[in-house]
């Protein structure tokens, strides 16, 4: 209806994972001015892109809530940029979360990212290939005790919110897969983290 009717940009779409967790969120007031908390440690979970985009968040778990206080993606970049805008931060990032293609070792270096990032300072976790499903309803669970920076992690909400399952043209169906596009790096660098920082 918002979306039909009302012209809404920001409804949720059809076969959005995150879409009324969002919306929920931004009714609630959980979408605002999220500052460091400099009582808890801050964790940072990664989307790895090749060819495609690289995305993380920067969170922290203060109490039962979650904190997510910023969002960078960029594309073209070597991995040295990413080290370089984490340690950038006003803040000590005291664990990184990785995706299981984190300990892929490259073809030129023969290194995996997590030995590069490690040895470049990082404390590095490589968070266990699941399924995705799994890691989705995962979050869809902690959704409500979430809390995101409106400005910082501007980017990485609308990854979420837009974040959908595939459509099959022909069935007229939603499948039981995500869609693979500009809002799924966002989002399985999410996913990352919440599977990971628990």
Not at 8 to 28: L, P
Not at 55 to 82: C, F, M, P, R, S
Not at 130 to 154: P, Q, S, T, Y
Request: glycine share 8%; net charge negative; with cysteine.
């Amino acid at each position: 209806y918002e979306q039909e009717y009302e012209c809404s940009f920001q409804a949720a779409i059809v076969g959005a994972y995150y879409g009324k967790e969002v919306a929920a969120a931004e009714a609630d007031g959980r979408i605002g001015r999220v500052p460091h908390d400099r009582a808890a440690d801050v964790f940072a979970s990664w989307d790895l892109g090749i060819s495609d985009a690289m995305a993380i968040w920067v969170g922290q778990i203060v109490g039962k809530e979650w904190h997510w206080i910023e969002y960078y993606e960029n594309t073209n970049q070597a991995l040295d940029h990413y080290v370089d805008w984490i340690k950038s931060r006003p803040y000590t990032v005291h664990k990184h979360y990785l995706p299981h293609d984190g300990e892929a070792r490259e073809l030129q270096t023969g290194k995996s990212r997590q030995e590069f990032l490690t040895e470049r300072g990082l404390n590095v976790s490589i968070v266990p290939r699941g399924e995705v499903m799994d890691g989705i309803d995962a979050g869809r669970l902690r959704f409500n005790r979430m809390w995101f920076d409106a400005d910082k992690c501007a980017r990485g909400i609308d990854c979420l919110r837009m974040y959908r399952s595939e459509y099959d043209a022909k069935h007229k169906v939603l499948r039981s897969h995500p869609l693979h596009d500009w809002a799924s790096h966002g989002a399985d660098a999410f996913r990352c983290g919440v599977m990971g920082a628990e």
